[in-house]
């Protein structure tokens, strides 16, 4: 579940819950499939958000490297746009069983139905294994949309809550 909240603009600004999946192929590739729900105070109609990305993973060191390729389509939102979003992401792990990790990325959005690069996405933060299954994020999100949004700056968390255990993770 997301729920994305403005001190200045009436709330919600976006609540949205759904199922997102990753499959890893190998070491080096993971496929995601998913779907959203999502609801914007700001159109009349809720939007449907079906989305698969495939993600390249690439290791160096104590780094590692993502370079997620996702397409979705907006079925509700005004002209059901179909979106690319190119994600790279990098994570290093730190402390005691590498229970601690720091993150940045930066994501370029597409539409493809209007053929433009429309938004653009910075995110840094860290966070923490809670427990074999659970874990928790801390970021910071500047968001910079084309047109006449201006840009948006947030301070965000994610709780990961994983179905299966992680290998090696026995201990928080």
Same mark, same amino acid.
């Given at each position: 579940?997301?729920?994305?909240?403005?001190?200045?603009?009436?709330?919600?600004?976006?609540?949205?819950?759904?199922?997102?999946?990753?499959?890893?192929?190998?070491?080096?590739?993971?496929?995601?499939?998913?779907?959203?729900?999502?609801?914007?105070?700001?159109?009349?109609?809720?939007?449907?958000?079906?989305?698969?990305?495939?993600?390249?993973?690439?290791?160096?060191?104590?780094?590692?490297?993502?370079?997620? *390729? /996702? @397409?979705?389509?907006?079925? #509700?939102?005004?002209?059901? $746009?179909?979106?690319?979003?190119?994600?790279?992401?990098?994570? =290093?792990?730190?402390?005691?069983?590498?229970?601690?990790?720091?993150?940045?990325?930066?994501?370029?959005?597409?539409?493809?139905?209007?053929?433009?690069?429309?938004? *653009? /996405? @910075?995110?840094?933060?860290? #966070?923490?294994?809670?427990? $074999?299954?659970?874990?928790?994020?801390?970021?910071?999100?500047? =968001?910079?949309?084309?047109?006449?949004?201006?840009?948006?700056?947030?301070?965000?968390?994610?709780?990961?809550?994983?179905?299966?255990?992680?290998?090696?993770?026995?201990?928080?």
């Amino acid at each position: 579940m997301l729920a994305r909240t403005d001190t200045h603009l009436p709330n919600p600004q976006l609540a949205a819950t759904g199922i997102v999946a990753d499959f890893i192929l190998n070491s080096h590739l993971v496929l995601t499939a998913g779907y959203l729900y999502a609801d914007l105070p700001q159109i009349p109609d809720s939007v449907h958000l079906p989305l698969v990305a495939v993600t390249p993973v690439f290791s160096v060191n104590r780094f590692t490297l993502y370079d997620r *390729n /996702r @397409f979705e389509k907006l079925v #509700g939102y005004p002209g059901s $746009p179909v979106r690319y979003r190119n994600r790279l992401f990098v994570n =290093r792990p730190f402390g005691a069983n590498e229970r601690w990790h720091w993150f940045a990325d930066d994501e370029a959005i597409f539409n493809l139905s209007a053929g433009n690069w429309n938004q *653009n /996405r @910075f995110q840094a933060g860290a #966070g923490a294994r809670l427990n $074999p299954r659970l874990s928790l994020d801390i970021y910071y999100l500047e =968001r910079v949309a084309n047109g006449a949004a201006e840009t948006t700056n947030v301070l965000g968390t994610i709780l990961t809550v994983r179905l299966k255990r992680l290998e090696g993770s026995e201990k928080p």
